[in-house]
């Protein structure tokens, strides 16, 4: 059976070699920063399946490392996140919200490592 690496990153035709869930947020963010989306509605269906679907633990990963990976990128990128949510299907969108909730009062990931570059 194929890993959620393998899975997510085969919704992503001109993603090659993507190892983890970071190559993946990498990739989305770079094209996102160049204007080139078209085709990742396939994978956000494939995210939604997988966070209703899979076992807790691929659907943690998913919501941990995948979509909070692109807020984090998103900001240390200089990218609007929100940008991402024109694609989150309706639990997607719940896990999205997750975590700005969960975030809400503290510093983010990015927040932390930025003012560690300053």
């Known amino acids: 059976m194929a890993n959620i690496v393998e899975i ?4 992503l035709p001109r993603l090659h070699d993507a190892k983890t869930l970071q190559d ?3 990739y989305l963010v770079e094209n996102v920063r160049r204007d080139e989306v078209s085709g990742v509605e396939g994978f956000f ?5 997988q966070i209703i679907f899979a076992d807790r633990s691929t659907q ?3 919501i941990v490392e995948l979509l909070e990976g692109l807020k984090n ?6 990218v609007d996140y929100i940008v ?3 694609w989150l299907l309706p639990e997607t969108h719940v896990a999205w919200r ?4 969960k975030w809400q ?3 983010s990931l990015a927040d932390e490592a930025t003012s560690r570059l300053k």
């Open 105 to 107: 009062g503290k510093r």
């Open 84 to 86: 991402f949510e024109n």
């Open 60 to 62: 943690d990963r998913v």
């Open 8 to 11: 997510l990153s085969g919704k």
């Open 45 to 49: 269906e494939e995210v939604e399946r």
């Open 24 to 26: 993946i947020v990498l």
């Open 98 to 101: 997750w975590l700005e909730k």
């Open 73 to 78: 990128q998103s900001c240390l990128e200089d």
